[in-house]
């Protein structure tokens, strides 16, 4: 079975400023990784994946992530962050290929601040 | 274009009623999902289906029921004897046979018990 943590329930970041969210998982096979973002009342919308190859994954909206085996992470991140980033953030994590489980963090909210 | 519709957007339950959540999807996806999100929890999956005419139980399917009698149709009814139903939920569907494992989302229905 796999897990997934994410570390920060919240983090606060003045508009322009740089982002980091973490992510941490734990599985004894090879995964494929996921960032979604959630904006309020609405569903979950795919951000960037990781499935193999390249390590540094770009995605949409200007993030990008970066798989690192050793460390077991998959971090987002996004060099200058505006007001409409605001919301909540989830990281997954599933087994590579077929119809495999993901599992959910439990979701990082950025806020970002004017 | 191509989406996954989830009605109603809100709906709100009497105590011992049972309610369906429908989700319709237009992907052609051959798999699909139903989670339950609640606040700092992540989403737990209730059930899932890779085929027509088939679906399993996820993490917490006790008091929740589907049915999978056309493709693009994955209906979940939450039963009374589901004794907090007050959530989030959401329906999402992928394709690992076409390369598509990350998940589509709908734009989800919030229930209430009353």
């Known amino acids: 079975a796999q897990s997934v943590t994410q570390l920060d329930s919240q983090v606060p970041v003045f508009e322009e400023a740089p982002v980091e969210l973490r992510c941490n998982y734990s599985?004894?096979?090879?995964?494929?990784l996921f960032w979604y973002v959630q904006y309020p009342n609405q569903g979950l919308q795919l951000l960037l994946k990781?499935?193999?190859?390249?390590?540094l994954v770009k995605g949409i909206n200007g993030f990008e992530a970066e798989f690192n085996k050793s460390q077991t992470s998959f971090h987002l991140r996004k060099p200058s962050v505006h007001i409409s980033d605001t919301a909540e953030y989830f990281c997954?994590?599933?087994?590579?290929?077929?119809?495999?489980?993901?599992?959910f963090g439990t979701g990082t909210k950025l806020q970002v601040i004017p | 274009d191509g989406g996954i519709t989830q009605s109603p957007k809100y709906l709100f339950r009497k105590e011992g009623q049972n309610v369906t959540l429908s989700c319709e999807q237009n992907?052609?996806?051959?798999?699909m999902y139903w989670y339950r999100q609640d606040p700092g929890q992540g989403l737990r999956l209730i059930y899932y289906?890779?085929?027509?005419?088939?679906?399993q139980k996820g993490d917490i399917a006790e008091g929740y029921s589907v049915s999978r009698e056309k493709k693009e149709s994955f209906p979940l009814t939450v039963t009374s004897a589901q004794k907090n139903p007050t959530a989030f939920y959401l329906c999402a569907s992928s394709d690992p046979t076409q390369g598509i494992y990350g998940y589509t989302f709908g734009s989800g229905t919030r229930l209430t018990v009353v």
């Open positions: 997954a994590v599933t087994p590579g290929g077929g119809y495999q489980k993901v599992t």
């Open positions: 992907l052609n996806h051959d798999a």
């Open positions: 990781y499935l193999s190859g390249s390590t």
């Open positions: 289906s890779q085929i027509v005419n088939d679906f």
């Open positions: 599985s004894s096979v090879s995964v494929y």
